[in-house]
């Protein structure tokens, strides 16, 4: 089976861990190609290929400031790809409130196994000091 063109779809293009980085990092603003070079530590054409993929599905916007090229996110883009992870959603909170469940039984029950230990070990001692403290002035 073929695979798909990395600029068919967001998914496509997101499936490599490169342009993902590329988007958290202009998550925080507008960048330009050198900032992203420097950021990411990787030479400028292969930056420029990303964006090139990014913006070819439109996941990145451009616009010129001067000499300089600036990116920054479509967010409007990115929409297929939340729709289809909240569908995951719900099943992962289901998941995380029955591991906060078991967790919570965990520590009630290492709780419950302590407090016998402490206080078996507590009532001891104090009943001889009380039972020292009685023959002292008996």
Do not use: C
């Given at each position: 089976?073929a ?48 964006l ?55 520590k ?7 407090s016998?230990a ?21």
């Amino acid at each position: 089976m073929a695979r798909a063109a990395t600029t068919t779809d967001a998914f496509n293009a997101v499936a490599e861990p490169r342009r993902r980085q590329i988007l958290d990092l202009l998550f925080a603003g507008e960048l330009s190609v050198n900032e992203l070079v420097g950021a990411i530590g990787v030479a400028q054409p292969l930056v420029s290929k990303h964006l090139r993929v990014l913006r070819q599905v439109g996941l990145v916007e451009v616009r010129d400031m001067g000499r300089q090229r600036m990116y920054r996110i479509n967010g409007l883009q990115l929409r297929p790809i939340h729709d289809w992870l909240s569908n995951y959603e719900q099943w992962w909170s289901e998941r995380f409130s029955r591991l906060d469940a078991v967790l919570e039984e965990l520590k009630e029950a290492e709780t419950r196994e302590a407090s016998p230990a402490e206080t078996g070990s507590a009532a001891p001692g104090r009943e001889q000091k009380e039972q020292s403290d009685e023959r002292k002035d008996g």
